[in-house]
């Protein structure tokens, strides 16, 4: 299994100027271990912790995430294997790494994430699904996977009806899916080049 089977890719990131109380507030609020600071190209350049936080005396509190945040950040990339995740979480006394993509923040893997591996059936189905997903239209591609004892859904944008077959063949190949279910969602038209 791979980092990109497990990651949480909605991530909230700060830049190095932002406030050391806003990002602390967004770590205690969302209950984050650490959260990626980014450039102004989306570009992982350090990593505010915990532990960076609490290091920070309480009259320093309108510093910058930028004088306080680890660097150079610890990375990882999506198609890493879990146990190498896990090893260097565990060797670097690291809570949660963010994943990058050609130098892009694309998502982030915490502790708990490598965890509901070994409790959950429909975690490990999902992740499934989302390699080989992954391996068919690359991993920026947005599609939502749910699974609930073998029933999958799959929610997101597709480029028309054979591409949601398709989809919901692969879906069908992993060992314990019993249904799935494709569900096309309203996507924004895509910008750029």
């Given amino acids: ?58 009259d320093q509190q309108d510093a910058s995430v930028g004088s306080t945040m680890s660097t150079p950040a610890e990375v990882i990339s999506p198609g890493s294997d879990v146990s190498t995740a896990a090893v260097r979480m565990l060797n670097g006394r ?7 993509e050609q ?6 893997v915490a502790r708990r994430d490598l965890l509901r591996v070994l409790i959950n059936d429909d975690v490990t189905i999902a992740a499934k699904i989302r390699s080989l997903l992954d391996d068919y239209a690359g991993s920026r ?29 692969l879906a069908r190949t992993v060992p314990g899916v019993r249904h799935v279910d494709v569900l096309p969602t309203a996507v924004a038209p895509a910008v750029g080049i």
Wanted: proline content about 4%; charged content about 20%; glycine content about 8%.
């Fill in 103 to 108: 130098g892009l923040l694309i998502g982030i």
């Fill in 1 to 58: 299994m791979q980092v990109r089977d497990l990651m949480i890719r909605s991530v909230i990131s700060v830049r190095p100027e932002t406030s050391l109380r806003e990002a602390i507030s967004i770590l205690v609020d969302n209950r984050f271990a650490a959260l990626p600071v980014v450039d102004g190209d989306g570009l992982v350049v350090g990593v505010l912790s915990e532990s960076n936080a609490l290091a920070v005396g309480p």
């Fill in 94 to 100: 690291l809570r949660s790494l963010p994943v990058v």
């Fill in 141 to 169: 591609r947005q599609w939502t996977i749910a699974s609930n004892e073998g029933k999958i859904e799959i929610c997101g944008g597709f480029s028309s009806k054979d591409e949601q077959r398709i989809v919901a063949a």
